[in-house]
């Protein structure tokens, strides 16, 4: 199985400024023959289920605001939220979907400083 | 609107039995795979379960093999979850999950159901 990790586990960033979210996976996740990373992120806040916020490692779905990014590719990514505000407190998940089963990562919380 | 609804969560005993449904709108049922994703109390999520829109696919994770079975009727719009021998480390919310049609993993997500095994 795939192994994802993610760091920090959590972090507390001022209203307005950069939250950068790492995700590491155990071996590559990019699929030699359509050269896409199998890596999504997603975002929970407390009570909801999770809402797609990422796909191909760095593709916006549809309505989430452009604050929010994806980088990264192979095995090594990054979230970044550049201007947190009010409502981006949650917790944050990459997973990846190259091979099953399809494994998360173990989350980071976002607060607010 | 696409919607994801889930039931058949409660209480049961380890060694019990439980089924549950989700109930989905919005979208052409019969094209979609589907999933069952769950989060114990206060933990990550863990997925366990994949169903091809035909069901000629269907995957599980290692924890719940042999004891889940996975199946839907798309004359029904349905999804099902048939879970036996419940241990109490199945204790979680159960959501049902759709991928999109890219495929991407899990664009639409239910409300989730409680599943607690305790005596």
């Known amino acids: 199985d795939i192994v994802m990790t993610q760091s920090p586990d959590s972090l507390a960033v001022s209203l307005g400024e950069r939250a950068t979210i790492n995700c590491k996976s155990s071996?590559?996740?990019?699929?030699?023959?359509?050269?896409?990373?199998?890596l999504t992120w997603y975002q929970q806040k407390p009570g909801q289920p999770p809402k797609l916020l990422i796909y191909?490692?760095?593709t916006r779905e549809s309505g989430v605001p452009d604050r929010f990014s994806g980088s990264g590719s192979g095995t090594d990514f990054t979230l970044t939220i550049s201007s947190l505000q009010a409502e981006d407190v949650a917790v944050y998940y990459c997973?990846?979907?190259?091979?099953?089963?399809?494994?998360f990562g173990p989350g980071t919380k976002v607060d607010i400083k | 609107e696409v919607q994801l609804v889930e039931s058949g969560g409660g209480l049961v005993q380890p060694g019990g039995s439980l089924r549950l449904s989700c109930a989905a709108s919005?979208?052409?049922?019969?094209?979609?795979?589907m999933n069952w994703v769950r989060q114990a109390p206060g933990k990550g999520l863990e997925w366990i379960a994949y169903?091809?829109?035909?069901?000629?696919?269907?995957y599980y994770a290692d924890s719940v093999k042999g004891r889940f079975t996975i199946s839907r009727d798309n004359a029904k719009n349905s999804l099902y979850l048939q879970m036996n021998s419940l241990r109490a480390e199945d204790t979680a919310v159960y959501y049902c999950?759709?991928?999109?049609?890219?495929?991407?993993?899990?664009?639409?997500w239910g409300q989730g159901t409680l599943v607690t095994v305790s005596s």
């Open positions: 999950a759709r991928d999109s049609l890219d495929p991407v993993p899990y664009d639409y």
């Open positions: 919005g979208f052409t049922f019969n094209t979609y795979n």
């Open positions: 169903i091809g829109g035909s069901s000629s696919a269907i």
């Open positions: 071996q590559s996740v990019l699929y030699s023959s359509d050269n896409k990373n199998y």
């Open positions: 191909w490692a760095s």
């Open positions: 997973q990846q979907y190259y091979t099953t089963p399809r494994t």
